[in-house]
């Protein structure tokens, strides 16, 4: 089992940037890929980027293709995405999830989720 909480949500306006965490506990952490996904109102969750569980690995979506980075620091469990030139079609809730498939999925456990919103 592994429990998963993000933090570092909120609001910023267009431009700016924000850098989300999310610390995982219970099961050893490198094994796992971790991956960040969204979800904004009427529209269905959707991949953001995933790191595989050594880091070597990441991929993400086209549309934050040079805009966010995902990381993670083992030795402390925990994720990270640097969103910077946030748009406010980045509004959404940002879930992490964790999982031992494929990059892209399916992620087996998930946390609560952050709320970030980008004025314009």
């Known amino acids: 089992q592994v429990q998963l909480v993000e933090s570092g949500g909120g609001l910023v306006q267009a431009g700016g940037s924000l850098r989300l965490s999310c610390a995982a506990s219970?099961?050893?952490?490198?094994?796992?890929?971790m991956g960040w996904f969204r979800q904004a109102p009427g529209k269905e969750r959707e991949f953001v980027e995933a790191?595989?569980?050594?880091?070597?690995?990441?991929y993400y979506a086209d549309s934050v293709k040079g805009r966010f980075t995902i990381s993670r620091d083992n030795s402390e469990k925990t994720v990270y995405l640097q969103m910077n030139s946030l748009k406010p079609e980045d509004t959404a809730v940002y879930y992490c999830?964790?999982?031992?498939?494929?990059?892209?999925?399916?992620?087996?456990?998930w946390g609560q989720g952050t709320q970030v919103t980008v004025s314009s």
């Open positions: 999830a964790a999982g031992r498939n494929h990059l892209l999925g399916p992620y087996d456990y």
């Open positions: 219970g099961r050893t952490f490198s094994w796992y890929n």
């Open positions: 790191i595989s569980g050594n880091g070597g690995l990441t």
